[in-house]
């Protein structure tokens, strides 16, 4: 189909989300070969990253799965990541109540930090249509699954390739890291980072019945919902003056 056939929203959507896709290709590579590591076949990987399209959350469900956690801990770990979704989807919802059942559907397979932050952006920018503005979403959002599910399939053939003695272990808690220090940026962050982080390495070492760490592996998700607690209680203690700047979200790694 020649360009100028091309609807001006889907355009615009390849556009924007062309440098944030960029952004995506090293975490994509790195959840492509933690799966290796973590004992999945090419084709579980695969099909994982098909089902969930999660990022950050899924990279820590590959994580637990590869430290022979418990399906269910595994499960609920991803849930708690991508609770900040529901945010967005409150937020976006207006733009998409004139949507059918199945575009509605679409949406929010592909909702992910980066698309709802582009499309809100320029929803809020040029005021479109509805069809323009699920144009948009689905160009925006299905340009940033092309390239998620392509630098997996990469990671996942080098990872295959990988020996052992490189040590790829380090990989998944680097890009957390990568990931953590630019969102620590106000008191109510910070207070959660220290508190969900301490809790979660505490959980992990402190003997319970004999055996060290929390049982099913439950440290990490011990720790997610610490650093929450301890986030909202010093974000509270502020008056709101802090974390809280009207927006629920800003463009990072897939989310994950």
């Known amino acids: 189909m020649p360009v100028s056939h091309?609807?001006?929203?889907?355009r615009r959507g390849v556009r924007d989300a062309t440098p944030?896709?960029?952004g995506i290709v090293p975490f994509g590579l790195v959840t492509g070969v933690a799966s290796v590591e973590a004992g999945l076949s090419p084709a579980q990987a695969v099909g994982f990253s098909v089902l969930a399209f999660a990022g950050a959350s899924q990279l820590a469900v590959v994580d637990l799965l590869g430290r022979n956690a418990a399906l269910?801990?595994?499960?609920l770990t991803g849930v708690v990541i991508n609770l900040r979704l529901l945010m967005f989807s409150a937020s976006i919802a207006p733009y998409f109540r004139p949507f059918g059942s199945r575009r509605k559907t679409l949406s929010s397979y592909l909702l992910t930090d980066q698309a709802y932050a582009l499309a809100v952006s320029w929803y809020r920018e040029a005021d479109p249509d509805s069809t323009a503005r699920f144009r948009y979403f689905v160009a925006a959002g299905g340009?940033?699954?092309v390239v998620w599910q392509a630098s997996l399939v990469a990671g996942v053939v080098a990872g295959a390739n990988v020996p052992a003695s490189w040590g790829l272990e380090f990989a998944v808690?680097?890009?957390f890291l990568g990931l953590l220090v630019p969102a620590v940026s106000t008191r109510p962050t910070l207070a959660a980072a220290v508190v969900g982080g301490g809790v979660a390495v505490a959980g992990d070492v402190v003997v319970v019945g004999g055996s060290t760490g929390l049982p099913y592996n439950l440290s990490l998700v011990v720790g997610a919902v610490a650093g929450i607690l301890a986030g909202v209680a010093v974000s509270a203690s502020s008056d709101g003056t802090e974390g809280d700047d009207g927006e629920p979200g800003t463009p990072e790694g897939v989310s994950d």
């Not at 091309?6 to 889907?10: E, L, N």
């Not at 269910?72 to 499960?75: G, I, L, S, T």
Request: hydrophobic letters at 80%; glycine letters at 0%; charged letters at 0%.
């Open 173 to 175: 808690p680097l890009v």
């Open 143 to 145: 340009s940033l699954w």
């Open 20 to 22: 944030v896709a960029v």
């Open 72 to 75: 269910a801990v595994a499960v």
């Open 6 to 10: 091309v609807p001006p929203a889907v």
